[in-house]
């Protein structure tokens, strides 16, 4: 175990942090017309649907990946999902997941190192900041792809 | 001063989080045309040049306001930049002025209250998250408007 330097922000505010970010990602995926959140996209991109697919097959499997110090290959779309509340139902259950796995974090975890689906190997503080940026990175797409499509998205500040 | 509870990521670490971030936005403006930089947008947004003026008058100036604790309001495009190598060399600037200011930031401040332009009453470290979410999800939709000119965006853990 490592000493702990002076640090800046605890593990339940990174937690609100990330779970925020995923209540206004809900929130994106909400407003996607069932046709268009399978279908469109821009410049040969992936779909909504498809983006949300990784961030559904990273968040909580991965933070049980780590919590279990399990290393386990990233897999993406094992079950196929054919209706947008589908992925509401994934997305919620993976709200819960991540909660209770949270839990189960030391504060000695954060800076240890995992081999995250045996391709990242960083300490899990960064791979926990990783997750929460390639969010909001696809998030941003997807809210290009609103706005491509005549709809307003929420506000960025709404958590 | 409060009590500093036990936390997860170093200032250190955060910083370079943060300027690791910067780095790919930077690459991500060099790949603009410099006509697409002023003029191509989707849906009615904004353009790129557009975007990264928010961005450039978020994050040096608003450091620099939490570190000298002096509120000011949020100005945008105070000056007529009218090249993509002049948003380049404003971004240069920008990465060194954070450095600079993230040494004076002490880890009690992270912590500290600050009301950012005068608008946004938060702890410093949520303020801080803040600006670097709101960088990642512009950037994400600069890599939207570079995909629908037929160019490939940088890998997003680039850094």
Known sequence: MKTLA???ITPEDLLKHWQGHRALTRRVIELFPEKDFFEFSIGGMRTFAKLIEELLAIASPALKGIVNREVKPF??????LIFKAQ?????DEAT???NQNW????IEDFNETFNLFGQYEFPIIQNI???IDNEVHHRGQGYV????LGI???FFWER
């Open 6 to 8: 002076a640090q800046v």
């Open 75 to 80: 897999a993406e779309g094992e079950e196929k």
């Open 87 to 91: 992925y509401l139902e994934k997305w």
């Open 96 to 98: 819960e997941e991540i």
């Open 103 to 106: 839990e189960k974090l030391t």
């Open 129 to 131: 900041l990783y997750f």
């Open 145 to 148: 792809y609103l706005r491509a």
């Open 152 to 154: 307003e998205p929420p």
